[in-house]
């Protein structure tokens, strides 16, 4: 069979490797910018199923929508002039992406709109373009690389390989290294430098264009620095959460009171000299039920385990109050019990802190040992499925003692809170004893924070009166969520292999409440 012979002389097949390696890193950007975006929206609308959702779906639509114009420009001639004005828009387009956050994020966060919407116009408005252009770029230049090797199965074949290899390699590296190490505004600027510097190699003899590109860069720069745009949002930013500590000392009229939140939440509000003053009604009520049930005791040191520590809010106030407790806390994020200990007050000396999913912990603990058991490692409504489920009521259950409580807080609409059903009739499963408490009943369409108690034991009567803190009521509310809205029989039990907690939450998820 006759070979295929290049159309351009040995000299012309040079540039292979410059077209190689451009691909390569334009596909590794453009997965660095996927990744960066669930970071840089999380202060916004937090990380869940649908958040991640609009971000894949958004990038891969551009991304398919620039190969389908580079493959069209490719068969009219396009050159590598072209190729370095796309790299180079491109690399504007990235910085830009600070500069529209700062325009599109207050006029989202004010409007009335669900959290579907809101992620898919934040993504699309922040990241489509720069994915259009970077999707220009591998038709284009695999086109380009046809015309320097006619062995089109192999110049195909690698340029697709590369561009693989380059989103597999942008991916780990910006999820497991770069986000925690430099920060997701570092990852978006390098990235667009990352391409103006790819652009130069394509545009260096065309001194007049690459003027004007860096006078437009610095132009976008200047505004977006205008308006706070290169501001970062986070004191420290990891794997899991975007972590901030906010002074709210003007609440109260003694000492020092800081808060701390995660991505978009505010997940726990400490009081330097008074850790026992709790500001939130759900941790205060949680803390009460606590504190009723320790005085079947009989003098004996409290032992509790926390999934979650958060702030670290609950755990430090029982401390407090039980010097000798025995307190188990599993907090996934090391950084968030670092960053506690360091703004929030809290020493964790005489505590045993594991930086594991609770779910392992708690299965490693002794059997029958706990009095109570705290489940507050749900991130606002993104709820771990694995430990609402029959399977982990077992081992909750497991590993309390005759007499102990398990208490969790789930955000859910009111007055049809379908996921708090389920979870309450999955407890029921397991629990003789389930009641839910909120500080007032409501028939008003709004987001409540739930409590729920669960135990072998009597927990508590209909009405709850703090005996400490601030003076605050609660009610259990079982028999209103009985008489209104979805009927209990109508749900399904949480179990590790069922467990569909987004569709039970779509009254949050679909309208402006999830915010």
């Known amino acids: 069979m006759e070979q295929p012979v290049s159309v351009l002389t040995s000299g012309g097949r040079s540039r292979l490797p410059l077209y190689a390696l451009t691909i390569f890193l334009s596909s590794a950007g453009l997965m660095a910018l996927e990744i960066a975006a669930a970071r840089l929206l999380a202060p916004y609308i937090g990380v869940s199923l649908y958040s991640w959702t609009a971000i894949i779906g958004v990038i891969l639509g551009g991304l398919s929508l620039g190969n389908w114009i580079g493959g069209v420009w490719a068969d009219m001639d396009a050159d590598e002039r072209g190729v370095g004005w796309t790299l180079a828009v491109g690399g504007l387009a990235c910085i830009g992406i600070l500069l529209m956050l700062t325009l599109v994020a207050p006029v989202l966060q004010a409007s009335e709109l669900g959290l579907l919407t809101v992620s898919f116009i934040f993504v699309a408005a922040l990241f489509f373009i720069p994915a259009v252009l970077l999707g220009i770029v591998t038709p284009v230049l695999t086109t380009l690389a046809l015309r320097l090797d006619g062995r089109t199965g192999h110049v195909v074949g690698m340029m697709h390989a590369l561009a693989a290899f380059g989103s597999i390699l942008g991916t780990f590296s910006t999820g497991y290294i770069l986000v925690q190490y430099f920060g ?195 991130h606002d409504i993104a709820i771990p499925h694995h430990l609402v489920t029959r399977e982990y009521n077992e081992l909750v259950k497991s590993r309390l003692n005759t007499n102990g409580i398990y208490v969790l807080n789930v955000v859910d609409a009111s007055p049809d809170p379908r996921l708090v059903k389920s979870i309450v009739k999955t407890l029921k499963s397991t629990f003789p004893n389930v009641q839910i408490w909120l500080e007032e009943w409501s028939e008003k369409h709004q987001r409540q924070t739930y409590v729920i108690a669960a135990g072998s034991a009597p927990i508590l009567s209909d009405k709850v009166h703090s005996e400490h803190g601030l003076k605050r009521e609660w009610q259990e509310v079982s028999h209103y969520l009985a008489n209104s809205g979805t009927s209990f029989d109508a749900l399904p039990v949480l179990t590790d292999d069922y467990a569909p907690v987004e569709s039970l939450l779509s009254q949050l998820i679909f309208g402006s409440l999830a915010r």
């Open 184 to 378: 997701t505004q570092a990852i978006i600027i390098g990235t667009g430098v990352m391409l103006g510097l790819l652009a130069l190699v394509f545009l260096w003899q065309a001194w007049r264009s690459i003027g004007s590109l860096l006078l437009l860069g610095l132009f976008i720069s200047g505004i977006t620095a205008s308006r706070d745009g290169f501001t970062r949002f986070c004191d420290r930013e990891t794997n899991y959460f975007c972590i901030r500590v906010v002074d709210m000392s003007d609440e109260v009229t003694y000492g020092t009171l800081r808060g701390m939140v995660l991505d978009h939440l505010m997940h726990g509000i400490n009081h330097r000299e008074y850790p026992t003053l709790l500001m939130s009604p759900y941790v205060h009520l949680m803390d009460e039920l606590i504190q009723s049930h320790a005085k079947r005791l009989d003098g004996r040191a409290l032992r509790g385990f926390f999934s979650g520590g958060g702030a670290y809010t609950q755990p430090r106030a029982i401390r407090a109050r039980f010097p000798d407790a025995d307190l188990v806390i599993a907090e996934l994020d090391p950084a968030v019990t670092e960053e506690a200990q360091r703004k929030m007050f809290y020493d964790a000396s005489k505590d045993r802190v594991y930086h594991a999913d609770g779910r392992k912990v708690l299965s490693q603990m002794v059997p029958d040992y706990f009095d109570v058991i705290v489940g507050d490692v749900f």
